[in-house]
Structures are given as structure tokens and as C-alpha cells.
């Protein structure tokens, strides 16, 4: 069978280098000392390709697996550049710190892409100097605390930053101005986006001479002038939320070896520049290696558009000369990239770009969401809310690249709110069963990663709703499997608070009770230890309070009852947590909810089952009340069906168990035959047992007729109504031998010989033609 598109196995390199970095003491590291300190063993050298990767993954791990766990000292691995090469490193958010790049300051770094590390200060941009022999590209983007000074004494590696005093003090502002740009020599590509107000960007550029590309994305450019140091030089130049003059636009026109030209918007609202057809064309005149040029956000002055009916003739084209713009009608070549977003030329016809940003269709707005998502967010963000509108209302037609952009967006962006509402609001559309057919298993389980990180990191309502949500897109359990652990402690953490919102406690209780649905023992074991049983129970209570019988309560019954099914521990749990006063409750309160008393009433089947637990149910107050639903005709046979079995099994202990003079056994006893012989043996059964064991050990005995009689209705009724899924159960967990007991026993009854001879019967007759489909 063919594989689908994006269901490559992941390569050796990348299998290798998360193994070991998720097992360090076990391949390539040893610890010693009273701080078990991680160092490299004396044999292991590495290249640079596998350090660069080691480094970049590890950083991907912390950010993106809740079950990775950082290592302190691992940048101090790669300190000495006789046995660890590092050359290109990208990484993020709070893992690095001062005494991280201390720790590599030996290594001659190529790249070193640094993006909101907020932890770093001005000691660690003057770690930077240590690579200035050989740095290529440097990315400061977000750094918003590197050019600020931390007052007291430099720490030592190993130390700890303590961090509500390193935010205290760097509130004080005090810029660095001892730091330089000088000697960098061989620094080509830079990024300051986000540079703080407080630092003079002239003169902190004024040592680098030898530019070819700069991004100020969100710096102040007073004095605009200065970027012409670089005019016969730089080939990109990005510029976005900078607010243009007439000064910078005249700058601009200078700049003529530009191929990438970004003046860019986040929105209209704050810019006071109105970009005309005037400077367009001026753009398009001057610089005319431009191919790619972004312009999103701004409001145009005038008209630059063909009339309508010019712009309708001929199908789409990219063609110059037939823009629909007129300034691009100038340019000699398509561009390879042209941003439009949140402007209105994005709704013309001809585009003379290979590759547009904007909301006019679906392509427009992956491409937005691709080119946006690593740096700017709040961009990023709106294209996936529109995206999100065509998965919803639409149809989705490029749906690969579109889960793969969202899910990049969400595991790059963890910590932004507005992106984790989005992205997980789309991904809930985009797997739905419309688009279920063409993701593949690799993909899927991506989406259920970043699905479980919104959901651990956000406790907001609207991003634990989408991710609850999404998640019922899935197969359970067999799709979550792979997380199981994981999603049943997000849930039962989700279910904590008393007073959660209704329509989350609701998919939340049902996905619970899927996960513990069709599981091994061992799986629901764990859960159980968990806190599932106690965390369904104090549902229940809560809504006996309310004196409300909703979904949330029938889920959590059946809950229970799938996870307490042949697992004695939480059998005991639910009795040990007053399970049985809840339901004489619920029992009391709900007298006419059908649905409730199966749930409940199976429940106490699989607590009956267990022989050490019984003695607790043979109480004259519950007996009296199982006897009472033998009469029941709730939901068919199944409330009484499941109260005549809770009895057989306590039946079955003999009756020297039986203390209570009332009610007397022999009286229940007689109950539970009338009950029997009322139920239709043709009864379609809103039950589903895995194995018949609890059943099948019934009927080898004399003690108790009716317990063995029930057992025995109960197999004949299963193997006549479902014979391919209960005949093959009952021959292969050796019904059929136990029931040729049943009918050499004399304490038999006759009724209950004939029934075993028919379960024999159907049994025999269905391994003659198993393809019998008549039922």
C-alpha cells in the first residue's frame, strides 16, 4: 500500500540524535560530583554537523516534548572546540542564558541565530566578541534585555541567575555602551529586530561596513541617512513596523543593489505614512534588482489599480505588462515574492509575483502564514483565523501544507496565546473526517503533540476547548496511544477545578471515558492511579448538588464502568471514595434516568466481580435495592440484566456468606429467576465484553442454580444475537468444555441444561459456516 504524502519515515540522523540526547549518561556523556554534572567521556569527538544538530534539537526538545527534561550544564559539552565543533546554532525563548554562550565562547560560530532569549543581558552580548573572528550571520531578534547592563559582580558558570532579581534589575534600563560592533569583519547578515529605543542604531552599526543584509524590524531610524553606508552593498533590507518619511522612502531610492525590500506593516492604524502610486513607481524605478518586496499594511492614497473591468479580462496572469497594478507593470521580471497582506491590492487579478501574501484566497493566506509565522506572530495569527474560515466554511484544497504550516506556527509560538487559540480553533477543522482520508499517521500524531502543549500550557478556556475538541477528531485510544499517559493527566487536570465550564467538563468526561474504552488492564491501572476514579466521582457529587443528570453524569458513570472492568484496584478505589453512597444518590434522586442506572448498575457488575470486594456489597441495604432493579425495565433488559449479575456473583459465595435475615436469600433468589425468564434471549445488548471469564466461572458449581443460570443466558443470548464476535470468544477461552460440566452436574437445572445445549449448538454450527451473515 502506498504510503501518504507526509508520512516519510523520520531519517537515521534525526532517530539518532533524539536518542541520544533523551539518553546523554547513556551514550555519549558521563556525570560526576556532588552536582551530578554532566561532561563529555574522553572518547567521543564529534563533528561540527552532528554538534550543530545536537545543539539545534535539543533546543526544538525543551520547547516542544513536555516529557524532555533540560540538562544544566549542556552547552558547557561543547566548550572545547578539540572534541565538539559547533558552527550554526538557532535558538530561542528562555533556554539560554549568560553562561551558555560563556560555555561555547571558544567555538568559532558561522551563524548564531538568537530569537526572544530575554534571559540573555549585556554580559552575554559581550560573549558575543569571542566569535568575532568568524561570525557570518547574527540574529538578535527579540533579545529586548542583550544591550542592558545587570548591576553586581559577574557570575561564575554554574551559578544560578536568580530571575525576579535579574527582572528587577534590569527594569533600571542601563544600557551597555561598551559594547561594539567593531572587528566583526566578516559579519554579513544581521538582525536587530526589536532593538530597544534606548540603543543609538547608527552608531552601534557604524564598525560594519561589509553588510548584505539587515533586518530593523521595529527599530527607531531617526536619522535614516546612515543605511546609505551600505547602498552599493546590501541585497536585503527589512524594515517592518518602521515608520516611513518622506527621508527614509529618498533613502531607500539609493539603495540599488536590493533584491528583498521589506516595508511592512503590522496594521493601517498606527501608520501615519500613506503609501501612493507615486512611490510605488519609484520603488519599482530604482531598484531594479528587487525580487521580493513586502508591503502589507499599508493604506494606498490613491488609485493604483486598473478599472474593473480591465482587471476581470483574461485569466490570471503574472505577466508585468498585464498587471493589475500599475506601478509593477514597470517591472522587468515577475517577483519571486510580493507581500500584500491586509492591503487591498491583494484582491486584483494579475499579480506579477510567483509568490503573494494576502487574504483573497486560499494560497495567499498559506503563504502568508509561512512567510510571517517565526517572527511575526500577531500576522501570523490573523492568516490562520482566515485559513480557519476556509477549513470551515470552504474546503480545504491544499491541506498537507496547511497542517504542517499550523503546527509549525503553534510549536514555534508555545507561549502566545493568540496563536494557540487559532491554530488549535483550525487544526480542529482541518481533522475532521472531510480531510481524514489523505493525513497520514506521522501527521496526525504531530497535531495531537501540539494539541497536548496548548493544552499544558494554557488553562484558558477557549484554547482547552479547541485542543478537547480536536482531539475527538481521533480515534480513541488507538491514535493516542502513543501519549497516553500524558492526555489522561491533562484531562483529569482539566476536570480538577469544582466549577469548570460546561461545554469543556463535557468533551472532556467523554474523552476520558473513550481513553478507558477497549485498554489493557495495565492502562487502566495507571489511570486509575492517576486520580480518575476519585476525579469522576467528585463530578458526580458536584451534580447530585446541583440535582442535575447531564451528560457530564451519565459519562462519568460509564467512565467508571470502563475502568473498574477486571481491574480490582479501582474497584476498591471506587469504594474506598464512597462510590456506593453516590449511587443509592443518584439512585434516589434520578428514579426515572434509564441510561444512569446501566451505567451504574455495570459499574457494581465489574465491583462484584471481585470476590475480596463482595462481602462489602452484601449489605441488607444494597441487596434490597439490586433486588428491587431485577424489576426494572430501564433500557430494555440491561438495568436488570446487570442487577441479576451483581447478585449471581455474590450468590455464587455460597450461603454461608449470607448473614442478613432480611432479605432472605432464598427469596432473592427466587427474584433473580422471575427475572431471567422475562428477558427476550433475542435482546440486542448495549454491552461489550472482551473476555467471559467473570461469566464462564459461574458455572462449574452447585452452590447457587440461579447464578449459573444467569451465566448461562447470558453466554446463549451473546453467541445467538453476535455469533462472529462471541462464538469464537466462548471456544477460545474454553466455554465449551465448562458447559458439558453443566450438564453432567446434577444440581443442574433442566431449563439451564437446555440453554447450554443450544450455546453448544450455535457454537458448533457456526464453526461449520462462519460466514453465516443471516444476523
Known sequence: MATK???????????????????????????????????????????????????????????????????????????????????????????????????????????????????????????????????????????????????????????????EDLEERLHRHTVDLDFSFQGFNRLRLLNLGGLPAEVDVETLLRPLPALTSLDLSGVHVPRPA????????????????????????????????????????????TSKFKMTRKILSSIVQSLVNLVSLDISGHIMLDNCTVPAFEDAVGRPSIEPCKSSIYPFQELKRPLQFLGLYNTTLCNVTHIPAYKVTGSKNEDQILNAIEAYSE????????????????????????????????????????????????????????????????????LRRQVIQVVLNGMEQYQEVTVQRNCCLTLCNFSIPEELEFQYHRVNLLLLKILEPARQDESIQRIAVHLCNALVCQVDNDHKEAVGKMGFVKTMLNLIQKKLQDRMCDQVMEFSWSALWNITDETPDNCQMFLDCNGMNLFLDCLKEFPDKQELHRNMLGLLGNVAEVKALRPQLLTKQFITVFSELLDSKADGIEVSYNACGVLSHIMFDGSEVWTMEE???????DKMWAAIQSWDVNSRRNINYRSFEPILRLLP???????????????????????????????????IILLQKVLE???????????????MEQCENFKEDPMDTSR
Open 701 to 735: 458449581q452447585s452452590g447457587a442454580p440461579v447464578s449459573q443460570h444467569w451465566a448461562t443466558w447470558a453466554l446463549y443470548n451473546l453467541v445467538s444475537v453476535y455469533p462472529s464476535k462471541y462464538c469464537p470468544l466462548l471456544i477460545k477461552e474454553g466455554g
Open 226 to 269: 546612515f543605511l546609505t553606508q551600505w547602498k552599493e552593498r546590501l541585497a536585503s533590507l527589512v524594515l517592518y513596523n518602521v515608520e516611513l518619511t518622506e527621508e527614509l522612502i529618498h533613502t531607500l531610492m539609493q539603495m540599488s543593489r536590493l533584491r528583498h525590500l521589506d516595508i511592512s506593516r503590522e496594521n493601517q492604524r
Open 745 to 759: 452436574l446434577d444440581s443442574s437445572h433442566q431449563e439451564t441444561k437446555d440453554m447450554a445445549r443450544k450455546v
Open 5 to 163: 504524502v507526509g508520512d516519510d519515515p523520520d531519517s537515521l540522523m534525526s532517530l539518532c540524535t533524539v536518542f541520544c540526547l533523551k539518553n546523554l549518561r547513556r551514550t555519549m556523556c558521563f556525570s560526576e560530583g556532588e552536582r551530578n554534572r554532566l561532561h563529555l567521556r574522553p572518547d567521543v569527538f564529534l563533528p561540527s554537523e552532528i554538534c550543530d544538530r545536537l545543539v539545534n534539537v535539543y533546543t526544538d526538545l525543551v520547547h516542544t516534548d513536555s516529557d524532555f527534561e533540560p540538562q544544566d550544564g549542556f552547552f558547557q559539552l561543547f566548550s572545547d572546540p578539540r572534541s565538539t565543533r559547533l558552527t550554526r546554532l538557532q535558538l530561542r525563548e528562555d533556554l539560554v542564558r549568560d553562561r551558555d554562550l560563556e560555555a561555547i565562547g571558544k567555538q568559532d560560530l558561522i551563524e548564531l541565530h538568537l530569537t526572544y532569549c530575554n534571559r540573555l543581558t549585556a554580559r552575554g552580548l559581550r560573549t558575543l566578541c569571542s566569535f568575532r573572528p568568524s561570525l557570518l550571520s547574527l540574529s538578535l531578534f527579540g533579545c529586548s534585555n542583550i544591550f542592558f547592563k545587570k548591576s553586581g559582580a559577574p557570575l561564575a558558570y554554574g551559578e544560578e541567575d536568580d530571575d
Open 375 to 442: 517572527q511575526r506572530p500577531e500576522l501570523a495569527h490573523r492568516a490562520i483565523n482566515q485559513l480557519f474560515d476556509i477549513a470551515r466554511i470552504q474546503h480545504c484544497s491544499q491541506l498537507l501544507r496547511a497542517l504542517q504550516l499550523v503546527i509549525t506556527a503553534l510549536k514555534t509560538h508555545k507561549y502566545d496565546k493568540s496563536i494557540q487559540v487559532t491554530g488549535s480553533a483550525a487544526l480542529f477543522y482541518l481533522t475532521n473526517t472531510e480531510y481524514r482520508s489523505d493525513q497520514s499517521v506521522r
Open 663 to 669: 432479605p432472605r436469600r432464598t427469596y432473592v433468589m
